[in-house]
């Protein structure tokens, strides 16, 4: 293998806000109903953050179980790397907010624009540090609250999103266990294609971009959707022939869950069955730098992954962005 980074997932946790909005729910919102929306992207119910609630909150709860789970003193932590695309606020950075409140004051951070590919991206700078033998523990976040950034007129957009966070603890590892390789890279021609045009500073915020809904997510579904799903396959396919890899080696696929559809076509690109892909997105709908992790914690729970298995993540996301970790599970 051409790439050994020396880091190993040794724990995973998530968060989702109490508050559900069903599709029966949105039908009393927008043009739209539960049958539109299950047929076209398989969702049935999405997680909401309460008003008062950010993304930072989410991180910290997810990284709170994490701590637990993996009996970790938050004084070990060496770093923070969180991914987002909606900070509590431009500065300061949010993994800061979380250093603060789990207490890791021996940590330093950093937040990581990337959208829907920023944990992997994250998961792949955090195991940098490890494998330099500079950082121990390195704490990787994925945290977003879509909602937040949603325009509850647009049915197109605002069916699709929910909001969670996920979190994963980075230690070094052993032989042939932990990441095996990882590839990413951007095509920024797809920029135009999903973005959020307002408050940044190209067009700063005013009553004019209030007005014109500049503050929201806007979306060219048929070009997001072909490109992921062409994107989302050739990643795969690309790790596992470089590794000397192919599908009947894999355990598990955790693709970003941004479309049942796409997750679908994917799978059917790669010639895999239903058991060796995670698909989740019926109860949490697009939660952006969190579905991962969310998928990551959910294979374990539901026993699809054990120490030794081989698990790739994929993903694209605005920008665009594509993204793809080669792991073989270590615990």
């Known amino acids: 293998m051409s790439h050994r980074i020396a880091a190993k997932i040794t724990g995973v946790a998530g968060y989702v806000p109490p508050k559900v909005m069903t599709n029966a ?11 539109w929306i299950r047929t076209r992207t398989g969702i049935r119910e999405r997680h909401v953050a309460e008003k008062g609630t950010a993304t930072s909150h989410m991180a910290t709860e997810a990284t709170k179980a994490l701590l637990a789970q993996t009996k970790t003193d938050p004084a070990e932590i060496d770093l923070i790397v969180l991914a987002t695309v909606t900070p509590d ?21 950093f937040d990581l624009s990337a959208a829907c590919s920023g944990f992997a991206y994250a998961l792949t700078v955090g195991a940098q540090f490890v494998g330099a033998g500079t950082h121990r523990k390195v704490l990787v976040i994925g945290s977003d609250t879509m909602t937040s950034v949603l325009d509850y007129t647009d049915r197109a957009t605002c069916v699709l999103f929910g909001d969670g966070a996920g979190a994963v603890l980075l230690e070094a590892a052993g032989s042939n266990e932990g990441i095996l390789d990882f590839a990413h890279d951007v095509d920024g021609s797809g920029g135009a294609f999903l973005y959020m045009p307002g408050g940044g500073s190209l067009h700063p915020s005013s009553q004019e971009t209030l007005q014109k809904r500049m503050h929201y997510v806007h979306q060219e579904g048929s070009q997001v959707f072909k490109y992921a799903v062409r994107r989302m396959s050739e990643m795969a396919s690309h790790l596992l022939n470089k590794n000397g890899l192919t599908k009947d080696d894999l355990k598990l696929l955790v693709p970003h869950q941004a479309n049942l559809r796409i997750i679908r076509a994917t799978q059917e690109r790669l010639g895999l069955d239903d058991s060796k892909v995670l698909a989740n997105i019926d109860g949490y709908g697009n939660t952006t730098a969190g579905t991962i992790p969310l998928g990551l ?35």
């Open 25 to 35: 729910d949105l039908e009393k919102m927008v043009a739209t109903s539960d049958e």
């Open 89 to 109: 606020m431009f500065f300061p950075a949010t993994a800061c907010l979380v250093q603060e409140r789990i207490g890791a004051k021996k940590a330093w951070g």
């Open 297 to 331: 914690r959910d294979a374990v729970e539901q026993g699809r992954v054990h120490k030794g298995d081989l698990v790739l993540i994929v993903t694209v996301g605005a920008g665009y962005t594509t993204g793809g970790v080669l792991l073989r599970w270590a615990y």
